[in-house]
Each structure stands twice: as C-alpha cells, then as structure tokens.
C-alpha cells in the first residue's frame, strides 16, 4: 500500500505563506492524481488543489485560487502545495491523497474517489 507523509504546517500570521509537502512510499502503480484536503474543527473535509500525474494539469478550489499554488515532482516522489496570502479561515488539517491513474492529465476531484490518504498537517493562521 502507498504510505503518504505530509509535512510543512505550522502557525503563520494572516498574509502569510507555508510551503506543504507530500512525500510518497511504497507505491505500487506507475501514475497517480494528487489531491489535497482539508478539515476545520466542526467542519466537513473540503478540497483544495489536486494535479494530475503529468504536472500539467491542476484545479482550485475557489476559496484558494490565486493564493495557492499545486506542484510536482515525480523523482522525488513529492507534491508540494505553496500557500500564500493565508487567511484565518485557511486554518485546518490539510491532507494529500493519491490515486492511480489511466491517463497522465487526469485530475481527480472528488474525494471518494481517492484511495490513499496521508496522516494530515496542521496549518493554523492567526489574525
């Protein structure tokens, strides 16, 4: 099974950035999607930004677009998310999954449709 690994949260002010990592092991496919999630306390998941496996292809969510930014590095086995302009609302767990792909420029979505997920990363924005 793939194990994914998060890294990057912490406490940043309003306006600020964090950089957040996905390291990826034991990956038994050739291809994958990346998403990344995220959970407030009392919230329901929501997502964020996902890529597809050729890096060319990303979506926002609209809460994010324009302040954060989806990357891949497939030799090292890593998705980063930059996030910048950060907004107390931005605070919560953020999560990376991945699935297997068919297609190099699939992005995937929805998260039902994800089958491996990290153990999340604290990201909290003071005001």
């Known amino acids: 099974q793939v194990q994914l690994v998060e890294s990057g949260g912490g406490l940043v002010q309003a306006g600020g950035s964090l950089r957040l990592s996905c390291a990826t092991s034991?990956?038994?496919?050739?291809?994958?999607?990346t998403g990344w999630f995220r959970q407030a306390p009392g919230k329901e998941r929501e997502f964020v930004a996902a890529?597809?496996?050729?890096?060319?292809?990303?979506y926002y969510a609209d809460s994010v677009k324009g302040r954060f930014t989806i990357s891949r590095d497939n030799a090292k086995n890593t998705v980063l998310l930059q996030m910048n302009s950060l907004k107390p609302e931005d605070t919560a767990v953020y999560y990376c999954?991945?699935?297997?792909?068919?297609?190099?420029?699939?992005?995937?979505?929805?998260?039902?449709?994800?089958?491996?997920w990290g153990q999340g990363t604290q990201v909290t924005v003071s005001s």
């Open positions: 890529i597809s496996w050729s890096g060319d292809y990303t």
């Open positions: 034991g990956r038994t496919f050739s291809s994958y999607t």
């Open positions: 999954a991945y699935e297997a792909v068919v297609y190099s420029s699939y992005v995937g979505r929805g998260a039902e449709e994800y089958e491996y």
